[in-house]
């Protein structure tokens, strides 16, 4: 068995004085699906923002292929911006609000990383974006700006901008939250090809039926520490924890 | 019919002082405004960027100055400079005033404009793996100057309004010509009258330069 791609080891988190991630445990290997599902202020997005280094943490480790991340070895010392900078490049993360750069074409949104970066020839970067553009279905809006696409199509090119660097882990937090009903499909259908591919994927999601259907593995995260993890359908139809089969039986599934 | 073509002699017989006027107003503003944007774009960078100490006095600066009214500022700049052993020529005194004046200006609106950009473009950024830099040139910078647009076009139209409190300490700009014209012929009404409308047509052009700029960079939607 090959070296997990993402370890997470007793992961602590404080925001001031409230610890909002108490010692989180998780490990995926290549090609695994898992989600991340919870009540809002359990830690799942933290826990997601510290994977792509966005938030510091305080105490524990998170290993990327191998590499521990953000910072180095047991006196936690966090390592150079240009370092973490270079890390961040490791993941791949999708927000809630797209974050599409507004000034920038939608190839342009994708090829940024790749020349600034990956410091790929403009050439090379191009036919990359469009190879990741087309697989997303918006081969003829390359050309448009943020401002001239829906929110699903927003979103589609955001998740070309950071599945075209190639990233070890793809992040995806809380990605259709934001969209209208009728557009939510056409993004859970890119993300489920890319599972179907064997991307590996981190998401945190409020989209019950399609944790259930694409994920290798379902986390349940309950006031900073993870309460419940297994394959979707046991953790889904047998729940072992009073708080998850609470949980599930106040959301829409 | 009579007092039109009189005045309009008087001008004629005034149009090289009146044309040299013109000219150093629009060098002084124009040089106001490049060299004041300059300094204005350094401290706003420091502004939303410095550290505690560099913030803390840059933001002294910034108070301290736009606290102050201009004209202040243009006879401090004459005045005491001159006291404390830097001898300058008014033109130099004056163009010190105004830069100070336009780069406060200029640091408050970048300030403003960089601050007001959603987290999430930084985010979106870092999670691409650029570095600060690289953040600021390519994803920051180009939506603040947008932003920051239409206040500095203002700015650049108070720097020619500005530029008239100049005349007080005898730089030769359009104000103090007209008014040594006014002093040999005595039409005062008629002159500041023209004197108005030259101002106008300046920040006129200004405006309608700025409307065109803004068009062309304007994000499609």
């Given at each position: 068995m090959a070296q997990p791609v993402l370890v997470i080891e007793n992961l602590h988190k404080k925001f001031k004085d409230i610890e909002v991630l108490k010692g989180v445990?998780?490990?995926?290997?290549?090609?695994?699906?898992?989600?991340?599902?919870?009540?809002?202020g359990s830690g799942k997005t933290t826990l997601l923002r510290c994977v792509n280094l966005l938030e510091e943490f305080h105490q524990g480790r998170i290993m990327i292929d191998g590499q521990e991340v953000g910072y180095d070895g047991p006196q936690h010392r966090r390592r150079k911006e240009s370092e973490i900078a270079r890390q961040r490049a490791m993941t791949g993360m999708v927000f809630q609000q797209f974050n599409l750069f507004p000034h920038m074409t939608a190839l342009r949104n994708v090829t940024l990383g790749l020349t600034k970066v990956k410091k790929l020839p403009a050439v090379e970067a191009n036919a990359i974006a469009e190879k990741w553009l087309a697989r997303v279905g918006l081969s003829d809006r390359r050309d448009?700006?943020?401002?001239?696409?829906?929110?699903?199509?927003q979103q589609r090119v955001a998740i070309a901008r950071a599945v075209a660097m190639n990233p070890k882990v793809m992040l995806f937090d809380e990605?259709?939250?934001?969209?209208?009903?009728?557009?939510?499909?056409?993004?859970?259908?890119?993300?489920k090809d890319l599972a179907i591919e064997g991307m590996t994927m981190l998401l945190v999601t409020h989209e019950m039926k399609f944790a259930f259907e694409v994920s290798d593995r379902v986390v349940f995260m309950n006031q900073g520490r993870i309460e419940e993890e297994g394959p979707p359908e046991e953790l889904f139809r047998k729940p072992k924890s009073q708080r998850l089969a609470e949980f599930l039986k106040s959301s829409k599934f | 019919m009579a007092e039109l073509q009189q005045f309009l002699h008087e001008v004629w017989v005034a149009r090289w002082a009146i044309l040299q006027g013109l000219g150093t107003t629009i060098v002084i503003s124009g040089l106001a405004?490049?060299?004041?944007?300059?300094?204005?774009?350094?401290?706003?960078?420091?502004?939303v960027y410095g550290r505690l100490a560099a913030r803390f006095l840059v933001r002294i600066y910034v108070d301290f100055v736009r606290g102050t009214?201009?004209?202040?500022?243009?006879?401090?700049?004459?005045?005491?400079?001159?006291?404390?052993?830097?001898?300058?020529?008014?033109?130099?005194?004056g163009l010190i005033a105004l830069v100070v004046f336009c780069s406060t200006h200029v640091a408050e609106?970048?300030?403003?404009?960089?601050?007001?950009?959603?987290?999430?473009?930084?985010?979106?950024?870092k999670s691409i793996g650029l570095t600060f830099p690289q953040i600021f040139i390519y994803v920051l910078a180009p939506q603040a100057l947008r932003q920051a647009l239409p206040a500095w076009i203002n700015t650049a139209a108070e720097m020619v309004k500005a530029s008239t409190l100049l005349s007080v300490i005898g730089v030769l700009e359009l104000m103090l010509a007209i008014k040594q014209i006014i002093a040999r012929n005595f039409m005062s009404p008629e002159f500041y009258l023209l004197a108005g409308v030259i101002y106008f047509a300046i920040d006129y052009a200004i405006e309608r330069a700025a409307k065109v700029v803004e068009k062309r960079v304007a994000l499609p939607s």
């Open positions: 445990d998780l490990v995926l290997d290549t090609g695994d699906v898992v989600s991340i599902i919870g009540s809002s448009h700006y943020p401002g001239q696409l829906s929110g699903g199509q990605v259709t939250s934001a969209l209208d009903p009728e557009l939510v499909n056409e993004v859970l259908n890119v993300i | 405004i490049v060299i004041g944007t300059i300094l204005g774009t350094f401290v706003g960078l420091v502004l009214p201009v004209f202040v500022l243009v006879l401090a700049s004459f005045y005491l400079l001159t006291q404390v052993g830097i001898q300058l020529t008014a033109f130099q005194a609106n970048l300030r403003g404009a960089l601050l007001s950009l959603p987290k999430g473009q930084t985010e979106a950024a």
